[in-house]
């Protein structure tokens, strides 16, 4: 006898490499649903006589076959196509309702192929034809069809996850801040890296907003931790203090405000955010800065970059309710610049030592760019970095910066 095989053929596209799922541990289980003890009795000699060592277990119609996958769900179902209580297609729809994960080889006749190729488009995974299959390829065809049913599956839920991960992709993109800028005489040069694989968006946030009088006020922020939550915090955050902004709430209160939003959607305890902010009024040559536990910031002013440390009051929600964040002076001379930027960007190794690229490292950086204009300085800056950390896996760390110059 001979066995007919409807897929042998299939072709992978150019340059995937074929997935093969694992095989069952045990003995596969196999439901033969078939209502002529003759034609069982043949499958069951096949069975016999293969190399495949299977369990099979028998149900003569549709009916016996729902009360067994009601408790049990097979590798594979051997499905014949004239069952007293479901015929053809109809039983092969049937069948896929009740086990939509169970691979499924029909039985059919000898002048009924164009049925068995027809069970393929409703959910089959292969077909026999009766009176034509050797035990060698029977065994085949059943290993086939549940290792096909797998593939499926896990193709599957590749595409699922794929569809997930690019919704994900849409809503981070869609968090990510837009500067609000409504004057002319302010450049803002943003970057934003996150430390996630294949991330958008992480727990450091920054923003920028010109108020209606020219004032410019920026924001950095990082909140402790890397993941989706903490990412989540950080938007939080960043949507608090621009609308603390729009309402003229800045300073000391601005921060005080900042630090009950983040007691109130922290998920543990041990959560806290740095940050710092800067008001700067239009004509002045000296900024307004709050500090909250964050590094500081780097003033440029032609060939000259200086690193900046203003008084500083404690990390949000490290002592709830009892910080104290001192607003400081930053002068920024006319022309010069601002850089705002979280500890990702110092805090990757320095070459393949131990030793960490630190403030004095960054601050070697920018000076060694100090005549680049603000984009390339900021990408200089941030590729110095990552340079250094190569050899250590990279910079690990979320990434935030922003440049601020205005007239």
Partial sequence: MVMSRARDGDLLPEGEEPVVPPWPATEPSVLLVEDDPGDALLVEELVADSALKIRLR????????????????????????????????????????RAEHVAVVVLTG???????????????????????????????????????????????????????????????????????????????????????AQALLGGDFYDIVQGTDGTVHALVGDVSGHGPDEAALGVALRIAWRTLVLSGVTGVEQVARLEEILLAERGRDDVFATLVSITATPG?????????????????????????????????????????????????????????????????????????????????????????????????????AEALAEPRGGLADDVAVVHLSWT
């Fill in 284 to 384: 002045a040559e000296e900024a307004r800065a709050v500090r909250a536990g964050h590094p500081g910031v780097l003033v440029r002013h032609g060939a000259d970059i200086e690193w900046v440390e203003m008084a500083a009051g404690p990390a949000l929600g490290v002592v709830p309710g009892g910080g104290r964040w001192p607003v400081a002076g930053l002068r920024v001379p006319a022309g010069g610049s601002v850089v705002l930027f979280t500890d990702g960007l110092f805090e990757g190794h320095a070459g393949d030592r131990p030793e960490r690229l630190g403030e004095a490292g960054l601050l070697a950086l920018a000076r060694e760019r100090a005549g680049l204009e603000p984009d390339a300085f900021v990408d200089g800056l941030i590729d110095g």
């Fill in 110 to 196: 000898l002048a009924e192929e164009e049925t068995g190729l027809a069970a393929l488009a409703v959910g089959a995974q292969d077909y026999l034809i009766k009176g034509r299959v050797e035990p060698e390829l029977f065994g085949r065809a059943v290993r086939y069809a549940i290792q096909r049913e797998h593939a499926e599956q896990a193709a599957a839920a590749l595409q699922a996850s794929r569809m997930q991960a690019r919704e994900n992709a849409r809503l981070e993109r869609g968090l990510l801040p837009r500067p609000l800028l409504g004057g002319e005489g302010v450049r803002v040069v943003t970057r934003y890296r996150p430390g996630r």
């Fill in 58 to 97: 028998w149900a003569r119609s549709m009916a016996e076959a729902a009360e067994v996958l009601a408790t049990e769900v097979p590798d594979c179902v051997l499905l014949d196509l004239h069952l007293p209580d479901a015929q053809g297609l109809e039983a092969v729809s049937l069948l896929r309702a």
